[in-house]
């Protein structure tokens, strides 16, 4: 279990495995529990790559982060 201690968002952090390539586990501690549960509940079984991808510079509102751009840099930095 990778565990990424998150800036700039409501969640203070995000844990999760990457098993052969993929995603798995993903839950986040803190934020909106719907929205962050339905992103780890999308991304389950997904080519860590690829979601990083996906996510990356997705911003909540005025902020120049969001929790989906935090998991993909998370994610950038255990691969």
Same mark, same amino acid.
């Given at each position: 279990?990778?565990?990424?201690?998150?800036?700039?968002?409501?969640?203070? %952090?995000?844990? &999760? =495995? +990457?098993? =052969?390539?993929? $995603?798995?586990?993903? %839950? &986040?501690?803190?934020?909106?529990?719907?929205?962050?549960? %339905? +992103?780890? +509940? #999308?991304?389950?079984?997904? =080519?860590?790559?690829?979601?990083?991808?996906? $996510? #990356?510079?997705?911003?909540?509102?005025?902020?120049?982060? %969001?929790?989906? =751009?935090? #998991?993909?840099?998370? +994610? $950038?930095?255990? #691969?």
């Amino acid at each position: 279990m990778y565990t990424y201690q998150t800036t700039g968002t409501c969640s203070r %952090s995000i844990s &999760f =495995d +990457i098993v =052969d390539g993929k $995603l798995h586990n993903v %839950s &986040f501690e803190g934020g909106c529990p719907g929205n962050l549960k %339905s +992103i780890g +509940i #999308l991304v389950e079984g997904m =080519d860590a790559a690829e979601a990083a991808h996906k $996510l #990356l510079g997705v911003r909540c509102g005025h902020r120049p982060t %969001s929790c989906g =751009d935090q #998991l993909a840099k998370a +994610i $950038l930095e255990h #691969l």
